[in-house]
């Protein structure tokens, strides 16, 4: 099988059941942007070195599944895939997941005070940058919603806008262990 199909060659893409669109539809922006955000990922896990980022190199590959879950579901407008295919269901138990990552993560950090800036270690920084593309993901999601209610998922938009606080405090947490210090702003 070749790795180009030339259906593409006129701007327009296919959905799941065969529906073709401009490969400008909010749709297909939407499931780009998570597409774009599971590659960063990938990115930021080539820089999760050694036993102490074990934990978060794990943690970043279970997002990617999800993230391949998740951009099948918004592809699928009629949702179809999800009653064939188990492994594309995105639900309440990933998000309370990713919620018991937040509060496990942060239990090991000092609080808050002030904003800080996004950077510090590779790895830290690498999560920073993932996390503002996954907001931008969680905006295209926002504006599917204004352009196709019908097919909007709300638990979709829950599991991303979790995910950029996860990613938050994923990046604090490898800079805690790098030993490089927050700078606030």
Known sequence: MKIYTKTGDSGETGLFGGTRVSKADPRVAAYGDVDELNAYLGF???????????????????????LFALGARLADPGHKIAERVAKAAVAAGDIRRLEEWIDALESALPPLRRFILAGGSQPGAALHVARTICRRAERSMVGLRTADTAA?????LIYINRLSDLLFVMARRANQRAGTPEIEW
């Open 44 to 66: 930021a896990r080539a820089t999760l070195r050694g036993a102490e980022d074990a934990e978060l190199a794990a943690m970043v590959e279970h997002i990617q599944r999800d």
């Open 152 to 156: 909007f998922e709300p638990d979709l």
